[in-house]
């Protein structure tokens, strides 16, 4: 298994632009979790999904973002109308299940220009 | 609302020197974790601590949990070159709350 895989790992769009980012998880964890992480801080939650269902978002997401996992697997996390607020780094974790070891991606940067 | 802070917020010492780091939080932690974040890189778990009073050692680092359950520290012996990164402790439960993280740097 290779860990957790993102895609792209840097991404550059103008203000107003939609993006979609890809998390791939480890192979048969059911928890798949998002984060965004901008410069000196630590990572912020997002949403977090239990196989396809979106259990938990938070406050941070707003209108504009929106993560699906359809099939249980891979997610995606698309922001509309990117503003230059949203520059930071996105971060994917899986882990098997609640409370067990959480392995994150090596991320996507964007930057909203 | 959890809050997680850690100090200090930027270190930097000299190779060979110890160190200590610190975490503390509003509420009592679900289970405390550590994790090292390198540049570029997402964030690796250390450790996980889940009993008040609990020490934990890997190597060169000492994790100890507070009786309380509401704090931590974070104690490097001779540091080395490698052991720069960020710092991060976190309370887990069904998602992982991060604090802000050390940035240690270790001058060779």
């Known amino acids: 298994d290779t860990g957790v895989s993102q895609d792209p790992r840097h991404k550059i769009t103008k203000r107003g632009q939609n993006v979609t980012f890809r998390c791939d998880p480890i192979?048969?964890?059911?928890?798949l979790y998002w984060y965004r992480q901008t410069l000196g801080q630590g990572p912020e939650f997002l949403t977090y999904?239990?196989?396809?269902?979106?259990?938990?978002k938070s406050r941070l997401l707003s209108d504009r973002f929106s993560a699906e996992r359809p099939k249980g697997s891979f997610s995606t996390l698309e922001i509309q109308r990117t503003e230059q607020g949203d520059s930071a780094m996105y971060l994917c974790a899986s882990s098997l299940e609640t409370n067990t070891e959480a392995f994150f991606g090596q991320g996507t940067r964007l930057t909203v220009v | 609302t959890q809050l997680l802070e850690q100090s200090p917020q930027f270190l930097s010492i000299q190779e060979g020197e110890n160190l200590t780091v610190y975490c503390n939080s509003s509420?009592?932690?679900?289970?405390l974790q550590w994790y090292r974040q390198e540049p570029g890189e997402g964030p690796v778990l250390l450790v996980t601590?889940?009993?008040?009073?609990e020490v934990k050692k890997l190597k060169r680092l000492t994790f100890q949990f507070g009786d309380a359950r509401k704090d931590s520290s974070l104690h490097i012996t001779a540091a080395q070159p490698g052991d720069t990164g960020l710092y991060l402790c976190a309370d887990r439960d069904d998602k992982i709350i991060f604090g802000k993280g050390t940035r240690l740097h270790i001058l060779p």
């Open positions: 601590v889940v009993t008040g009073g």
């Open positions: 509420s009592v932690f679900s289970s």
């Open positions: 192979s048969e964890h059911n928890r």
């Open positions: 999904f239990q196989n396809e269902a979106q259990l938990e």
